[in-house]
């Protein structure tokens, strides 16, 4: 029997976001995407802090204040001209925002609240970023405004 390495196939993977919500990912690929992705996933480090995946203290240990970022992020979307797609640095500053505020309130349920926009704002990123990672949304966040923070 044959594989066809341009076979397309559905890939399904679910990750538990602080024990509230299950959030689900689905996409698909080709089977030669598909075993470059179960490569990727072995690379993985399994939890945050490890040099791919950075904590948020790490993450955001040069980032500007909050107050400043909600400023920022209100500047651009009532500036962006009419009809215009938004910049990839509005997504990732939104999204890191967003993510900041949640952490600040552990207590909240991930599935209400800032906790779930900054899901909604995590996949907004990745969905722009047309990123194939499997991982807790806000984990890809943290890795891309580290890396963007990096290069400011």
């Not at 080709?30 to 995946?53: F, H, N, S, V, Y």
Request: proline letters at 6%.
């Amino acid at each position: 029997m044959s594989i066809d390495p341009h076979e397309i196939v559905t890939v399904e993977m679910r990750w538990d976001v602080g024990g509230w919500m299950s959030t689900a990912y689905s996409r698909d690929i080709t089977r030669e995407q598909l075993g470059d992705l179960l490569k990727q996933i072995g690379d993985m480090t399994a939890t945050p802090g490890g040099e791919q995946w950075p904590t948020p203290e790490t993450a955001y240990a040069e980032a500007p204040g909050v107050v400043y970022e909600i400023g920022w992020v209100a500047h651009y979307a009532a500036n962006r001209p009419l009809g215009t797609e938004a910049v990839r640095e509005f997504w990732l500053r939104k999204a890191a925002l967003l993510d900041r505020i949640a952490l600040g309130d552990p207590h909240a349920p991930a599935d209400r609240g800032a906790a779930q926009l900054a899901i909604e704002a995590a996949g907004r990123l990745r969905d722009f970023d047309d990123s194939d990672v499997i991982c807790d949304p806000r984990h890809y966040v943290r890795q891309q405004y580290a890396r963007w923070a990096k290069d400011q």
